[in-house]
Protein backbone atom coordinates (compact mmCIF):
# COMPACT_ATOMS: atom_id res chain seq x y z
CA UNK A 1 0.00 0.00 0.00
CA UNK A 2 3.12 2.10 0.95
CA UNK A 3 3.88 2.63 -3.04
CA UNK A 4 -0.02 3.52 -4.08
CA UNK A 5 0.45 6.25 -1.36
CA UNK A 6 3.69 7.61 -2.93
CA UNK A 7 2.43 7.59 -6.25
CA UNK A 8 -0.26 9.59 -5.09
CA UNK A 9 2.10 11.91 -3.81
CA UNK A 10 4.41 12.43 -7.11
CA UNK A 11 6.64 15.68 -5.92
CA UNK A 12 6.27 18.94 -7.56
CA UNK A 13 9.49 19.64 -9.55
CA UNK A 14 10.18 22.01 -12.63
CA UNK A 15 10.28 18.75 -14.79
CA UNK A 16 7.01 18.15 -13.60
CA UNK A 17 5.71 22.23 -13.64
CA UNK A 18 6.93 22.02 -17.14
CA UNK A 19 5.25 18.21 -18.25
CA UNK A 20 1.81 19.45 -17.24
CA UNK A 21 2.43 23.15 -18.95
CA UNK A 22 2.68 20.97 -22.34
CA UNK A 23 0.10 18.68 -21.26
CA UNK A 24 2.43 15.92 -21.92
CA UNK A 25 0.68 12.31 -20.16
CA UNK A 26 3.17 10.64 -18.00
CA UNK A 27 3.15 8.17 -14.65
CA UNK A 28 5.16 9.01 -11.53
CA UNK A 29 7.28 6.01 -10.43
CA UNK A 30 9.03 6.80 -7.41
CA UNK A 31 11.77 4.64 -5.61
CA UNK A 32 14.95 4.13 -3.14
CA UNK A 33 17.40 6.29 -4.78
CA UNK A 34 21.40 4.40 -4.29
CA UNK A 35 24.24 6.69 -4.73
CA UNK A 36 26.20 6.10 -7.96
CA UNK A 37 23.72 2.92 -8.75
CA UNK A 38 22.64 4.98 -12.08
CA UNK A 39 19.69 3.13 -14.16
CA UNK A 40 20.77 -0.67 -13.43
CA UNK A 41 18.99 0.06 -10.22
CA UNK A 42 16.05 2.69 -11.24
CA UNK A 43 15.09 -0.43 -13.79
CA UNK A 44 15.64 -2.82 -11.13
CA UNK A 45 13.39 -0.49 -8.80
CA UNK A 46 10.36 0.09 -11.32
CA UNK A 47 11.16 -3.59 -12.60
CA UNK A 48 11.71 -2.41 -16.66
CA UNK A 49 14.25 -2.74 -19.29
CA UNK A 50 17.41 -0.83 -18.20
CA UNK A 51 17.09 0.12 -22.09
CA UNK A 52 13.75 1.89 -21.56
CA UNK A 53 15.63 4.31 -18.86
CA UNK A 54 16.88 7.49 -20.71
CA UNK A 55 19.68 9.13 -18.80
CA UNK A 56 19.98 13.08 -18.91
CA UNK A 57 23.45 13.83 -19.54
CA UNK A 58 24.69 16.89 -19.48
CA UNK A 59 28.06 17.75 -21.65
CA UNK A 60 30.27 20.27 -22.66
CA UNK A 61 32.11 21.24 -25.86
CA UNK A 62 35.55 22.51 -25.96
CA UNK A 63 33.72 26.35 -25.41
CA UNK A 64 31.92 25.23 -22.31
CA UNK A 65 28.75 25.50 -24.17
CA UNK A 66 26.60 22.50 -22.28
CA UNK A 67 24.67 20.41 -24.43
CA UNK A 68 22.26 17.50 -23.00
CA UNK A 69 22.16 13.73 -23.99
CA UNK A 70 19.64 11.64 -24.01
CA UNK A 71 21.00 7.94 -23.79
CA UNK A 72 19.40 4.53 -23.42
CA UNK A 73 20.21 3.24 -19.42
CA UNK A 74 22.58 0.47 -21.02
CA UNK A 75 24.20 2.50 -23.23
CA UNK A 76 27.49 4.77 -23.47
CA UNK A 77 27.51 8.00 -25.72
CA UNK A 78 30.44 8.13 -28.16
CA UNK A 79 31.44 11.81 -26.97
CA UNK A 80 34.06 11.18 -30.38
CA UNK A 81 30.98 10.10 -32.79
CA UNK A 82 28.70 12.93 -30.93
CA UNK A 83 31.76 16.06 -31.17
CA UNK A 84 31.65 14.82 -35.25
CA UNK A 85 27.70 15.09 -35.32
CA UNK A 86 27.65 18.60 -33.51
CA UNK A 87 30.99 19.77 -35.82
CA UNK A 88 32.64 20.54 -32.62
CA UNK A 89 36.19 19.57 -31.78
CA UNK A 90 35.28 17.60 -28.20
CA UNK A 91 32.71 17.23 -25.92
CA UNK A 92 32.97 15.94 -22.45
CA UNK A 93 30.84 15.32 -19.04
CA UNK A 94 30.39 18.75 -17.17
CA UNK A 95 31.71 18.44 -13.67
CA UNK A 96 28.70 17.66 -11.20
CA UNK A 97 28.54 21.31 -9.96
CA UNK A 98 28.73 22.65 -12.94
CA UNK A 99 25.39 20.47 -14.56
CA UNK A 100 23.75 21.47 -11.72
CA UNK A 101 24.50 24.87 -12.55
CA UNK A 102 22.89 24.64 -16.13
CA UNK A 103 20.10 22.32 -15.17
CA UNK A 104 19.47 23.70 -11.38
CA UNK A 105 19.15 19.81 -10.73
CA UNK A 106 21.40 17.64 -8.84
CA UNK A 107 23.21 15.02 -10.51
CA UNK A 108 21.42 11.88 -9.97
CA UNK A 109 18.15 13.73 -10.46
CA UNK A 110 18.44 16.19 -13.63
CA UNK A 111 15.51 16.02 -16.27
CA UNK A 112 15.56 16.92 -19.36
CA UNK A 113 12.43 19.03 -18.64
CA UNK A 114 12.28 22.80 -16.64
CA UNK A 115 16.03 23.14 -16.90
CA UNK A 116 17.20 26.59 -15.43
CA UNK A 117 18.59 27.39 -18.46
CA UNK A 118 17.32 26.54 -22.28
CA UNK A 119 20.11 23.94 -23.22
CA UNK A 120 20.23 22.31 -26.76
CA UNK A 121 19.25 18.74 -26.26
CA UNK A 122 19.98 15.59 -28.38
CA UNK A 123 18.64 12.18 -28.34
CA UNK A 124 19.63 8.84 -29.22
CA UNK A 125 17.92 8.07 -32.25
CA UNK A 126 16.58 4.36 -31.13
CA UNK A 127 14.78 6.24 -28.24
CA UNK A 128 11.97 6.79 -30.50
CA UNK A 129 11.49 3.26 -31.28
CA UNK A 130 10.23 2.02 -27.89
CA UNK A 131 6.79 2.94 -26.91
CA UNK A 132 7.32 4.15 -23.28
CA UNK A 133 10.75 5.63 -21.94
CA UNK A 134 11.38 6.28 -17.76
CA UNK A 135 13.28 9.35 -17.24
CA UNK A 136 13.99 11.35 -14.49
CA UNK A 137 11.46 13.30 -13.25
CA UNK A 138 13.50 16.06 -11.44
CA UNK A 139 14.50 14.89 -8.61
CA UNK A 140 16.86 11.69 -7.11
CA UNK A 141 14.50 8.19 -7.07
CA UNK A 142 11.93 9.89 -9.20
CA UNK A 143 11.29 9.09 -12.78
CA UNK A 144 8.17 9.68 -15.37
CA UNK A 145 6.87 7.30 -17.68
CA UNK A 146 6.50 9.35 -21.05
CA UNK A 147 6.43 8.42 -24.62
CA UNK A 148 9.68 9.44 -26.53
CA UNK A 149 7.47 11.12 -29.52
CA UNK A 150 6.44 13.43 -26.30
CA UNK A 151 9.67 14.12 -26.16
CA UNK A 152 10.54 15.07 -29.46
CA UNK A 153 7.68 17.22 -29.56
CA UNK A 154 8.56 19.68 -26.56
CA UNK A 155 11.98 19.58 -26.17
CA UNK A 156 12.90 19.20 -29.83
CA UNK A 157 16.34 17.36 -29.85
CA UNK A 158 18.92 16.68 -32.48
CA UNK A 159 18.52 12.80 -33.22
CA UNK A 160 21.89 11.27 -33.23
CA UNK A 161 23.66 7.83 -33.39
CA UNK A 162 25.96 8.01 -30.83
CA UNK A 163 25.46 4.74 -28.65
CA UNK A 164 28.13 2.25 -27.88
CA UNK A 165 27.18 -0.88 -25.92
CA UNK A 166 27.73 -0.62 -22.04
Do not use: W
Not at 5 to 31: G, R, V, W
Not at 114 to 137: H, Q, R
Amino acid sequence: MKLMKQEAHAPETPATQFLHKHHIAHSNHLYDYEEHGGTSVSARELNVPEHSVVKTLVMEDESAKPLVVLMHGDRKVSTKELARQFGVKKIVPCAPDVAQRHTGYMVGGTSPFGTKKLLPVCMEKSILDLSLVYINGGRRGYLVGVHPHDILRVLMPKIVEVALED
